[in-house]
């Protein structure tokens, strides 16, 4: 088990080392489920498809893979987005 302190910056961004990453088998595509409550956060890596997991949650007129890949992409879009913004400052 890893125990490390991160700081937040001003953008609540905390960066995690790789050891860390790695023994929570996190990589650069994992999609991580946030949850909070009574003072904690938890960093839940998700590997199975997004919309997969939704599946009877909404209904869904495409593809599962098709799904995953537009929230794979407009959620690219929106960081990409935030750090032009971020830029700026």
Known sequence: MYVEL?????????YLRKEI???AGIDD????EVTASEGKIV?????ESIA???RGIFKI???????????EEKSLK???GEL?????C
């Open 6 to 14: 991160v700081k937040i910056d001003r953008h609540g961004r905390f």
């Open 21 to 23: 990453r790695k023994a």
């Open 29 to 32: 595509e994992t999609v991580l």
């Open 43 to 47: 960093l839940t890596p998700r590997k």
């Open 52 to 54: 997969k997991a939704s």
């Open 61 to 71: 007129n495409r593809h599962i893979e098709d799904v995953d890949k537009e929230i």
């Open 78 to 80: 929106k960081i990409l």
């Open 84 to 88: 032009d913004d971020l830029r700026r």
